[in-house]
C-alpha cells in the first residue's frame, strides 16, 4: 500500500472492498447457520448475592461455523441485525432458551429464570409479542420464568408504540430487564413509566469500580440506589473478582453474574451445575 504513495483513494477504495467482501460472505454463511444448526445457546448463571443460589441464567448466542470456527456474537449480531436475519435467529433462540428452561425443570431441577436478549429490530417487530406467547406456549414454561433483556436506545426510539409493546409483554407474565444501563441514553424518565423489573449494570463500570479514580463505585451506587427507589431489582454484570462481590454486597446489589462465579456453559454443563448446586 506504501508505494501507492498520495493514491490514497485506491488505498481505502480497495481496502474497504475487501472488509464489504468479507462481510458479504460472513453474511451468506449466516443466512445458513439456522438451517444447517450451526448455531447454539450457552447460558451464563445469575446469582443472589446474600444467599449465594442461582437464581437465573442468560442466555447467551454462538455460532460455530465448519470453517471459520466458533463466531462471536458481537460479530454476527449486528450483521444479523443490519440484514433483517436477527428476527428469524432471534425467535429461534427465544424458543430454544424456553425449551431448554422447561427441560431443565421437567428433570427436577429448582426452576430458573432465563433471561434472553432482544434485538431493537426484534423488538420493533410487530410479530414479537405473539413469538414471545407462542415460544411459552409451546415450551410450557411458565411466564414468569422468562425474562426480556432490552436496552435504553431500544425504549426511547417510539415511546408510544413501546408502552403498548411492554405491556402486552408484562400482561404475559414475563419480566422485563434493562441491559448494559448507564451506558445508554441520559434520559431515566422513561424508568417510572415503564413496567421494568430489573436494571443490569453494565460490566464496564463493574470491571473499574475498583479503580482508585472511583467514579465507577459512585455510578454503580447511584445505579443500585436509584433501582431501589423504584422498586426495580439490580444486577451487576462482568463479576470477576472477590473485590466487587464484596463491594456489591456491601452495596446492596440484589445479584451478580460473571466469570467469578461461572463462565457461560453449554446446556449440559450448566445441568451438571445446577444438580451440584441442589446437592449442597
Ligand atoms: P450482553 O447482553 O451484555 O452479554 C454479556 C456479555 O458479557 C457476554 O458476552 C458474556 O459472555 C460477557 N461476560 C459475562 N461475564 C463476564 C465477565 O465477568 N467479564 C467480562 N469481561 N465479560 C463477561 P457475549 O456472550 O460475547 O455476548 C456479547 C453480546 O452479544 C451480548 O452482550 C449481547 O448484546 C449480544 N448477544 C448475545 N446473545 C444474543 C442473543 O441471543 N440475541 C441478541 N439480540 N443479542 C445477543
Ligand atoms: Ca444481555
Ligand atoms: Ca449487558
Ligand atoms: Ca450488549
Redesign the pocket.
Known amino acids: 500500500a506504501k508505494e501507492q504513495g498520495r493514491n490514497t483513494f485506491r488505498f481505502y477504495s480497495s481496502d474497504m472492498h475487501a472488509s464489504a467482501l468479507e462481510l458479504l460472505t460472513l453474511s451468506s454463511y449466516l443466512r445458513h447457520a439456522l438451517e444447517r444448526d450451526e448455531l447454539y445457546l450457552v447460558y451464563?448463571p445469575q446469582i443472589r448475592l446474600v444467599t449465594g443460589e442461582m437464581v437465573g441464567v442468560e442466555?447467551?448466542?454462538r455460532w460455530k461455523h465448519p470453517d471459520l470456527g466458533v463466531i462471536?456474537?458481537?460479530r454476527f449480531?449486528p450483521l444479523a441485525e443490519e440484514t433483517g436475519l436477527?428476527v428469524p435467529i432471534?425467535t429461534w433462540?427465544l424458543k430454544e432458551a424456553c425449551f431448554q428452561a422447561a427441560q431443565w425443570i421437567s428433570r427436577g431441577l429448582p426452576p430458573m429464570r432465563v433471561a434472553?436478549?432482544?434485538?431493537a429490530k426484534q423488538f420493533r417487530n410487530p410479530g414479537l409479542v405473539a413469538t414471545v406467547r407462542t415460544a411459552l406456549e409451546q415450551s410450557g414454561l411458565p411466564a414468569h420464568l422468562l425474562e426480556l433483556?432490552l436496552t435504553e436506545g431500544m425504549l426511547i426510539e417510539n415511546i408510544a408504540s413501546t408502552h403498548e409493546t411492554l405491556k402486552a409483554l408484562k400482561a404475559m407474565g414475563v419480566t422485563l430487564a434493562i441491559?448494559?444501563f448507564g451506558t445508554g441514553y441520559s434520559s431515566l424518565s422513561y424508568l417510572k413509566h415503564f413496567p421494568l423489573d430489573r436494571l443490569k449494570i453494565d460490566?464496564s463500570f463493574v470491571?473499574e469500580m475498583a479503580e482508585k479514580s472511583g467514579d465507577s463505585a459512585a455510578i454503580v451506587q447511584a445505579i443500585i440506589a436509584l433501582a431501589h427507589s423504584l422498586k426495580l431489582t439490580v444486577i451487576a454484570?462482568?463479576?470477576?473478582r472477590q473485590d466487587q462481590v464484596a463491594f456489591l454486597k456491601q452495596h446492596c446489589c440484589d445479584e451478580m453474574?460473571?466469570?467469578?462465579f461461572s463462565r457461560?456453559l453449554k446446556s449440559e454443563a450448566l445441568e451438571e451445575l445446577l444438580q451440584k448446586c441442589m446437592q449442597g
Open positions: 451464563q442466555a447467551l448466542l462471536a456474537p458481537d449480531i436477527i432471534g433462540a434472553v436478549n432482544l434485538s433483556e441491559d448494559d460490566k470491571l454484570e462482568g463479576v470477576e453474574q460473571g466469570f467469578f457461560p
